[in-house]
């Protein structure tokens, strides 16, 4: 058996003890280096030699730095999205140290998975990231992970067909061009019903508070969309369609996140703009949008057989270096504070913006298990607007379906 079973709490004590001793690892009785063996996962694009091999890189970083230890390192593929169902299921058969997107913390912690941070890997990551980046990937008042990303959506448009000033109304980008918008997608249409007031859980964390996402409000934000699905310049984004349009003219906004700037870059060049979420005309008042935000952290499996160097490299892949590799190679957007100081880095106007999003415009998005109930309900609130079986006529009705499903451990 290639890991022992070890708690989540016991790990997260070893790894705070280990911290405070001082204690990095332990030479075999001739003195030799210890042997060591760590499983890392993470997307394939990390592993790519067409994009750099960014985890063997860094995984080779590592032990350079520690020379005491003679690591193997064996990789395998695992998308943040996806790694935190393997390790929950199955975390004897899982990496030592993976990526996970940390909407799926709970999910973890729930099956004792994750390994809390202490000790001064805890004072690191504390200080090396914003209150909001930490605030991602804690769980009463603990640390689960360390975050090198920075994880949301903006809007990407054509310069050549708005300005600035437009940019920051939806409504009055309609009036000028062609503005598509993942519709259908429940990660983007709450932006709609959270800026006219809805909320999550109270502030994000108190699951007893509930889903408010129904009454005067809510209805009234459903109205606005049904009128927006109706605009002549609005299209929805599915299946590509948004990036498909880009290309060819048809469309003139979109938005997405720094995963298609490549793609829009290609298509618009010079005239390409970034901007973080508009504001819309509900009632005559101008209403923000706000798009979920989060991080992109990594994580140590609880049951490590080599805790303390998972735990080790688990902050190296966090790290300044690290982050700044990542962005170098594969324009994944960093969160460290250093990085995010740096005026090259800030140069980069898809940087700018997701900055500019995650401080302003986006809420964090709740890591509660109760946030698996509200998918499904608002997906279905944007088919139905989509396939007119949503009108005025029945808005209220159908809000406050929405709403009490997204309450309901039945969807």
């Known amino acids: 058996m290639r890991k022992r079973a ?23 009785k001739d003195g030799g280096k210890e042997s060591v063996r760590l ?9 790519s030699k067409e994009k ?3 985890l063997q890189t860094c995984c080779n970083a590592f032990a350079g730095e520690h020379p005491e230890w003679d690591i193997t390192f064996v990789y395998g593929v695992a998308d943040e999205a996806s790694s935190a169902g393997q390790v929950s299921q199955d975390a004897e058969a899982s990496a030592d140290v993976f990526l996970y997107a940390n909407d799926n913390l709970t999910t973890m912690t729930d099956a ?6 202490g000790g001064k890997y805890r004072e690191e990551i504390e200080a090396t990231n914003s209150q909001t980046s930490l605030d991602s990937v804690t769980k009463d008042g603990e640390i689960y992970g360390v975050p090198f990303a920075i994880n949301t959506w903006f809007m990407f448009y054509d310069k050549s067909v708005f300005s600035e000033e437009d940019v920051k109304n939806l409504d009055t980008m309609l ?20 800026g006219n007031g809805c909320t999550l859980f109270g502030d994000g964390t108190d699951a007893s508070a509930g889903v408010d ?25 599915a299946d590509g369609s948004g990036i498909a349009g880009i290309r060819d003219g048809s469309i003139n906004a979109i938005f997405t996140g720094s995963w298609d700037a490549a793609a829009v870059k290609e ?9 973080a979420l508009p504001t819309y005309t509900l009632n005559g008042e101008e209403k923000q949008m706000y798009s979920y935000a989060g991080t992109k952290a990594v994580g140590v499996n609880a049951q490590s057989d080599y805790m303390v160097q998972a735990v080790e490299l688990a902050v190296f892949l966090g790290n300044e270096y ?11 957007v960093p969160c460290h504070t250093a990085l995010l100081a740096d005026e090259d880095i800030l140069a980069d106007e898809v940087v700018a913006a997701i900055n500019d999003t995650f401080n302003r415009t986006s809420i964090l998005q709740p890591n509660l298990a109760e946030m698996s109930n509200c998918w499904t309900p608002v997906e279905n609130m944007g088919k139905g607007i989509r396939n007119g079986s949503i009108t005025h006529e029945n808005s209220a009705e159908q809000t406050e379906q929405m709403n009490e499903a997204m309450n309901s451990d039945g969807i």
């Open 6 to 28: 070890v708690s989540a709490l016991t790990a997260a004590v070893m790894a705070v003890s280990l911290a405070a001793a001082g204690l990095t690892g332990c030479e075999s």
């Open 39 to 47: 499983m890392v996962w993470s997307p394939q694009g990390d592993q």
């Open 52 to 54: 750099g091999e960014w």
């Open 112 to 117: 004792d998975a994750l390994v809390k941070f």
């Open 175 to 194: 009036e000028k061009g062609v503005v598509s918008f993942p519709f259908t997608n429940s990660w983007y249409l709450p932006a709609f019903y959270i």
């Open 213 to 237: 996402f129904g009454g005067e409000k809510a209805q009234e934000v459903t109205d606005y969309l049904i009128d927006l699905e109706a605009n002549p310049n609005f299209r929805i984004d």
């Open 267 to 275: 298509a618009l060049g010079d005239n390409m703009g970034v901007a």
């Open 322 to 332: 690290s982050q700044r590799l990542h962005y170098e190679l594969e324009d994944v």
